[in-house]
Every structure is written in structure tokens, then in C-alpha cells.
């Protein structure tokens, strides 16, 4: 059993919106370790980090979910833009909130990130010694090369980037976002044009709270972002629980290579989605996560 409590703190002068999840009851002695968790790129927190969270705290953990600049029951504007920079300094101030409760032992403290998330707390623990350990599932890893794999080459890959880049220009001059579905089955403007029953579906994904909008001016950030490259600058430990069948499985298998410190992978069954509210690949994930903090946490 776990307890949740509505929190909020401050990121650069935005106040940002979280869900905190503690163990109903402990039997430890002081303080909790700490973990940070967010999901998906576009993602609120009801997605995929809370649910996360709680199967944390239900294993012992003090773990915060919370929404990112910009995205769900959180301040900030432009709405709904991926912008890997900004995501990075939210970890962080929440790292800081996380730190100061008085659940939570500062000196043990986690960062969990699913999907696209696995870059920027990638990126942030590179930076930030107050993280103890890092655990990555189903993580999408991208550098140029995985990028123009993805996206239909290099061509199809410069023209996201102008897009993303004369969409920010207007934004700039107007003040106007210019917007297309995150998901959509019908429209090829979409980020992800396809049909994915996670993100359509109103019991999986398709909730209230996500509004499945992507900004265009989000391409250029999101295309030249290298997180490949962050690998040799993280010495903490560092877990990755993946699929052959999930995204990118090249570029986790490159990111472990280049860790610079100790680092376990876990290679396990599911597609992508199915580790966002799919068993058994979330109780997989979440136990081996856990046992990860356990050991690195201590």
C-alpha cells in the first residue's frame, strides 16, 4: 500500500505539479531513498510515471512523478513542446524538492526515466552527483545516425529540423505555436503517424490529461539532441531493462557500451508500449528496478 500527496515546487520560476508516493508503512529506521520518475516524451505524468512511482513506493521507495514545463498541471508556456534543455533543468529542481522532504534521505537519491525520458535523466545525471543511480526502461536513446533511421532518413530528418525551426521563428514573431497530433492514424503531419493503441485508446493512454499535441518547433531540439553521447560521462550505477521488439534496441546496446561506471541491461519480451502499462513487462521492470536502487541506494 502506498500514500500519494499532490506536491508543487518551483523550476526556474514555474511552479511545477507532482505526485509523491511513500509507502503506506515502513519498517526502516530514518529516512526513504528517493527516486525521480517521468515517462514518455509529450507525457504527463498520468501516462506511465505514476504508475511507476507507486510500485516504487510500494517496494520502499519515496518516488515523485510530476509534470514538466509546459505540460499537464504544470506552469509554463509555450504548452506541449519537447524541449530536451528544459526537461533536463526540471529533473534537477525536482531532484532538489525530492532531497528536502523529510520522508526522503538526500544522500540516497534515484532517477528512474521510461522512454524518452531515459535521455534527459541520462543528461542530467551526467551533471548532477546527488544522483546516486540511474535505472532506464524501454529507453529511447538517439544520436544523428539512430535519428535518420527512425525518421526516414536524412533528407526526411532535415526537413523535421526546418520545420521545427521556421515553427519557432513564427512562435518568436507571434507568439503563436503552431501544433499537429502527437498520435494519429489518419493525419501524416502527425509525430507519430501511426495507429498506437497506447496513445488512442481512452483505458490505456488516450486520458483527459494528455492532449496528444506535439509542437512543431519541438523538431529542432529533439533531432539534434545526442544522447549517445552522454554515456561516457555517467560513472554512477546504471540499469537498462529493454526488448529486442522495443524501440531503438541499437541504441540502448550503444549507451551501455559507452558507461563510464557500473551498468546492468537487462534484456526482456515486450514491445514498446507494453512497458508503459502491460504485464508482466511492468512488474518486470519495476522489480528489477527495484532490487537496482536497493543495491545502489543503500
Known amino acids: 500500500m502506498t500514500r500519494k500527496s499532490k506536491v508543487t515546487f518551483d523550476s526556474e520560476g514555474v511552479t511545477l505539479t507532482g505526485n509523491l508516493f511513500l509507502p503506506e508503512s515502513t519498517d526502516a529506521p530514518g529516512p526513504l531513498p528517493g527516486v525521480v520518475v517521468a515517462g514518455t516524451w509529450t507525457s504527463v505524468k498520468e501516462l506511465m510515471a505514476d504508475r511507476y512511482a507507486e510500485r516504487l513506493a510500494a517496494r520502499g521507495h519515496a518516488a515523485l512523478s510530476f509534470d514538466f514545463t509546459g505540460f499537464g498541471e504544470s506552469g509554463g508556456e509555450p504548452r ?148 549517445v553521447a552522454l554515456a561516457p560521462r555517467i560513472d554512477r550505477p546504471t540499469l537498462l531493462v529493454h526488448s529486442e521488439d522495443a524501440a531503438i534496441p541499437d541504441g540502448a546496446r550503444r549507451f551501455h557500451a559507452g558507461l563510464a561506471g557500473p551498468r546492468d541491461l537487462l534484456w526482456t519480451q515486450g514491445t514498446q508500449f507494453d512497458f508503459y502499462d502491460s504485464e508482466p513487462q511492468v512488474t518486470v521492470a519495476v522489480d528489477t528496478v527495484a532490487a537496482h536502487f536497493a543495491r545502489t541506494l543503500s
Open 80 to 227: 506541449d513542446v519537447e524541449d530536451p534543455a528544459r526537461k533536463v533543468r526540471d529533473i534537477h529542481h525536482a531532484l532538489t524538492f525530492l532531497a528536502a522532504h523529510e520522508a526522503v534521505d538526500g544522500d540516497r537519491l534515484g532517477a528512474l526515466g521510461i522512454c524518452a525520458a531515459a535521455m534527459y535523466m541520462s543528461h542530467n545525471a551526467a551533471d548532477d552527483p546527488r544522483v546516486r543511480s540511474l535505472a532506464l526502461v524501454a529507453p529511447w536513446l538517439h544520436d544523428a545516425d539512430i535519428c535518420e533511421a527512425a525518421y526516414g532518413g536524412a533528407e526526411a530528418v532535415a526537413e523535421r529540423i526546418k520545420a521545427g525551426r521556421e515553427a519557432r521563428a513564427r512562435y518568436e514573431e507571434t507568439g503563436e505555436v503552431e501544433y499537429v497530433p502527437v498520435v494519429s492514424a489518419t493525419d501524416e503531419r502527425a509525430a507519430m503517424p501511426y495507429d498506437i493503441d497506447f496513445y488512442l485508446n481512452p483505458a490505456r493512454g488516450g486520458i483527459p490529461a494528455w492532449p496528444n499535441r506535439f509542437a512543431v518547433m519541438s523538431w529542432a531540439d529533439w533531432l539534434t539532441y545526442d544522447a
